[in-house]
Every structure is written in structure tokens, then in C-alpha cells.
């Protein structure tokens, strides 16, 4: 799947952010946990990928099923002001 380059830039966005699961990432460009993990490789510096890896391996809140909180509940209260994603806020 070829992606655009802002399309690219959002998705590592969302993937550093400890709450966005990849499942919402998957949801809005059809992108898989291991295709996320494979474009993070491919676009980071390797110091940087392992520095993601660790911070995300076992990380509940990047996993919907693993979630002890209902969706929503932590929204940022700036998030309105993200423009780029797919889907539209309400």
C-alpha cells in the first residue's frame, strides 16, 4: 500500500501517542499492528524505533481489548485542533 506522505506523517503520530489504540489506526487506513510496526521501522531512525518498541510493547491503552476504561473517557482537551485524520471529529 503506498501512502501519501502526510498520510505517513499521521500515522507515526498516532502510533506515539500512548491512547490512540491499533485498532483506530487500522480503522482509518486499513494499516494492521505489524504494518505500523514495519512502517515505524522504515521511517525512524533505529534508536528511535527501539525507543517506540519499548515504550509500546505491553502497553494496555494501545490495544482496545485490553482497555480498563470505556472509549473516549481521556480525551485531550486539545485533540480538536488535530486536523489531519480521516475521520471527522464531533
Given at each position: 500500500m503506498k501512502l501519501s506522505t502526510r498520510a505517513t506523517d499521521r500515522i507515526i503520530e498516532?502510533?506515539?501517542?500512548?491512547r490512540t489504540?491499533?485498532?483506530a489506526i487500522e480503522?482509518?487506513?486499513?494499516?494492521?499492528?505489524?504494518?505500523?510496526?514495519?512502517l515505524m521501522r522504515i521511517e525512524m531512525k533505529p534508536?528511535?524505533?527501539?525507543?517506540?518498541?519499548k515504550r509500546v510493547q505491553g502497553r494496555k491503552t494501545k490495544h482496545e481489548k485490553?482497555?480498563?476504561f470505556e472509549k473516549g473517557r481521556f480525551k485531550c482537551?486539545?485533540?480538536k485542533q488535530?486536523?489531519?485524520?480521516?475521520?471527522?471529529k464531533r
Open positions: 498516532m502510533a506515539w501517542e500512548d489504540t491499533f485498532e480503522f482509518q487506513f486499513g494499516l494492521n499492528e505489524q504494518e505500523v510496526i514495519t534508536s528511535s524505533f527501539r525507543m517506540w518498541r485490553l482497555r480498563s482537551s486539545r485533540q488535530i486536523t489531519h485524520n480521516s475521520i471527522s
